[in-house]
């Protein structure tokens, strides 16, 4: 298998109730995540396992678009979110814990290539540092926006 996962955490200012309605609000992802330019829901109803819409980010100046997963879903908790895309796996997992009066945010992204090649393992095993650098900043931006979101909703 070829693949990597990055951990970030952070304190956000903000009980977990209130985090959490900011992670699932997909109606309002532009607004808080700057790098996701769009959002089409393909479900109906509230945020919960089985929910999926179409994700479309820009960075580094390159636009892709997603198929989005809620895998798992415990309010206020946790929540995984997977997808699949050119064989990779995707899973994206955040937990919230309550810390005093505010949340303990960690957020696990990993991608993982069971049926890679050994030309793709070998990329993976070169490219992987450069990759896990870009996915580790992309993270951290990604719980400081989060934060904000969070710490100045109603």
Same mark, same amino acid.
């Given at each position: #298998?070829? &693949?990597?996962?990055? +951990?970030?955490?952070?304190? @956000? *200012?903000?009980?977990?109730?209130? /985090?959490?309605? !900011? ?35 820009? #960075?580094? &100046?390159?636009?892709? +678009?997603?198929?989005?997963? @809620? *895998?798992?879903?415990?309010?206020? /908790?946790?929540? !995984? ?74």
């Amino acid at each position: #298998m070829a &693949g990597h996962s990055i +951990t970030v955490s952070g304190t @956000v *200012a903000a009980r977990p109730e209130r /985090v959490w309605r !900011v992670l699932t609000d997909l109606d309002h992802a532009t607004t808080t995540i700057p790098s996701i330019t769009a959002v089409e829901r393909l479900t109906e109803g509230p945020y919960d396992v089985g929910t999926r819409w179409r994700e479309t980010r820009t #960075m580094l &100046g390159r636009t892709e +678009t997603q198929e989005l997963e @809620v *895998a798992e879903a415990v309010p206020e /908790v946790r929540t !995984v979110v997977s997808s699949v895309a050119e064989g990779v796996f995707y899973t994206t997992t955040m937990e919230l814990n309550p810390q005093g009066g505010g949340t303990l945010l960690t957020i696990t992204f990993a991608a993982d290539q069971p049926g890679a090649s050994r030309l793709q393992r070998v990329l993976w095993t070169v490219m992987g540092p450069l990759g896990a650098a870009f996915t580790r900043r992309m993270l951290r931006r990604e719980l400081e926006e989060i934060r904000i979101a969070a710490t100045n909703a109603d």
